[in-house]
């Protein structure tokens, strides 16, 4: 069951006269309730904007995000909007940038909870606070507190309490996991599974590597450049990866068996990322790609069901079923 599409996603950001950012540009692929949606790509692809664009914290330039068969973009009405607002929650990389300084943890947790009206009277509102700081592995008297009085790893799940305090369905977590230490971040992304299966939620996990959404995703997507070059069920994907940017990002993830290791094929990526506002002609992947051939520069390559639920943009696996190389 389909929770969300997206289909042919832009979101461009005007810079000056004659430039514009093309930081999503034309994106396309579903979340299905329940599961765990990984976007994966270096910093500037256009992963967060896809996020916050899907949240309709930006407007979209062009293209449709729909959530339960509603095109999310297109509600006027207030209260719509704001039942909108409270299915959607975002999780942010810096928990720390995010929680007001000023405000108590219980309020910031409540804050959602007021304005959605969630608890008929206080006394409601503190128990709701309390069970959901016990929740996240925090207690009643941590909610007297300050943000700046917690870890990295405790204000995190403080962000997530927030989140959690609207019954959401759906939660954006942009790089949730990438400002901690390693030690604490597989304990949150436990919490966010338990969560999970508690709440019935359905997320979109951002990362900029593999390695952190391997354990978390049922299904990845891997963005360059503000485009998909592949999506597959994670154990595919890992296994194996189509598009020569996927295998590029794999590469540089340490395998634990030597064997494995030495055999493996290695692509290593070459020079920068280049600017969104420029993009390279036919594949934007081309500039860095090993394997670019002579109609990459000329051709972009469509994005196509290679295999059931392997889908992948490049053009050695155009046509019929068969790798050119
Ligand atoms: Fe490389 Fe060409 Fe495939 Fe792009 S289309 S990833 S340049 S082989
Ligand atoms: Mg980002």
């Known amino acids: 069951e389909k929770l969300l599409e997206v289909n042919n996603l832009k979101k461009h950001f005007k810079l000056n006269r004659q430039d514009i950012l093309k930081a999503v540009d034309g994106v396309t692929f579903d979340i299905y309730k329940g599961e765990t949606f ?73 804050e959602g909870m007021d304005i959605h009206q969630l608890t008929k009277n206080n006394k409601e509102r503190i128990k709701r606070v309390n069970a959901l700081l ?27 309490a927030r989140a959690l305090a609207v019954n959401p369905d759906f939660i954006v977590a942009d790089e949730p996991i990438s400002a901690l230490d390693v030690s604490i971040q597989a304990q949150v992304v436990n919490l966010l599974k338990r969560l999970q299966k508690e709440h019935g939620l359905t997320y979109l996990f951002i990362a900029h590597d593999l390695s952190m ?29 189509l598009h020569p940017y996927t295998k590029a990002l794999l590469s540089a993830i340490p395998l634990p068996d030597p064997k494995v290791e030495r055999t493996r094929e290695r692509i290593i990526l070459e020079g920068d990322l280049p600017s969104p506002v420029n993009p390279p002609s036919g594949c934007r992947f081309r500039t860095r790609c090993p394997l670019a051939m002579d109609i990459c520069r000329k051709v972009e390559p469509q994005f196509k069901e290679y295999k059931k639920d392997h889908w992948v943009a490049c053009h050695l696996y155009d046509g019929k079923n068969n790798k050119l190389s």
């Open 134 to 160: 016990e929740t996240v592995g925090l207690n009643s008297e941590h909610g007297n507190r300050y943000p700046h009085e917690f870890s990295g790893g405790q204000r995190q799940r403080i962000g997530i």
């Open 213 to 241: 959404v391997k354990h978390i995703s049922d299904r990845v997507g891997v963005m360059y450049l503000g485009k998909m070059a592949e999506i597959a069920p994670s154990d595919t994907l890992y296994k194996e990866p």
């Open 38 to 110: 990984g976007l994966v790509g270096e910093s500037g692809c256009g992963k967060s904007t896809v996020g916050r664009t899907i949240l309709r914290l930006y407007e979209a330039t062009d293209g449709e995000v729909k959530f339960r068969g509603e095109d999310v973009h297109a509600i006027k009405s207030k209260k719509r909007l704001k039942k909108f607002n409270q299915s959607m929650q975002m999780i942010f990389q810096d928990p720390y940038a995010s929680l007001n300084p000023r405000m108590t943890v219980k309020d910031i947790i409540a």
